[in-house]
């Protein structure tokens, strides 16, 4: 045990003042636990602080950034939706090229992207409900897929949950992003009870 202690101890590049609470460790997680624990600090040291945020779902400056952008992307919808007629919005809001087809316009509904970067991207769906209620459903693709965002006019807060289909490989900040736009002060994670939004 005791030349295992060692031999970690002088490959990790421990020093000795180290080594009793390494040997400490060893006791209490046994011996595999401890050499998990270390090879996964080895490995964030290798692959760097951002890779390491990406794989655990901690945040980045990059993840940061795009969170305050679509943030602000998301303020501006939902004064759309709260101010703007249909066609208005469809007006403002639609991709160059890409307007409503005629079911959409028919049950007052659109979709348009909002491209974040080359390799991140949200498709939004926005109905104008006959009864008066005005809501958007966003979907993170690329970076952010599995992110999913729900907005309703008449609430002042926004869900945010972190789901993917059957098979699909969430993207590699999904986590992160759910985790960073939840500190956002209007933002809540939306349970399994609750209620999606039909677009």
């Not at 795009?66 to 943030?71: E, G, S, T």
């Not at 991207?121 to 729900?150: F, M, Q």
């Not at 289909?165 to 349970?191: C, I, N």
Request: aromatic share 10%; proline share 3%; glycine share 10%.
């Amino acid at each position: 045990m005791f030349g295992w202690v060692e031999g970690v101890r002088s490959r990790r590049g421990e020093t000795g003042a180290r080594s009793p609470d390494f040997a400490e460790s060893v006791r209490i997680f046994g011996r595999g636990q401890v050499a998990r624990i270390y090879d996964l600090a080895e490995n964030v040291q290798v692959f760097g602080r951002e890779q390491a945020a990406r794989i655990f779902g901690w945040s980045s400056a990059e993840v940061d950034e795009r969170a305050k952008l679509l943030d602000r992307m998301i303020v501006l919808i939902v004064h759309g939706l709260r101010t703007k007629t249909y066609e208005q919005f469809v007006a403002t809001f639609s991709n160059p090229g890409h307007p409503p087809d005629a079911l959409q316009l028919l049950s007052h509904k659109a979709n348009f992207q909002m491209r974040m970067s080359p390799t991140c991207w949200y498709d939004a769906g926005i109905s104008y409900a006959r009864n008066g209620t005005r809501s958007a459903r966003i979907a993170g693709g690329g970076d952010d897929l599995g992110v999913r965002i729900t907005v309703n006019s008449a609430d002042d807060r926004i869900g945010v949950e972190y789901t993917t289909q059957y098979g699909e490989e969430s993207g590699r900040d999904a986590w992160a992003m759910v985790r960073t736009l939840t500190k956002f002060p209007v933002y809540h994670r939306v349970s399994s009870a609750e209620t999606s939004l039909e677009i």
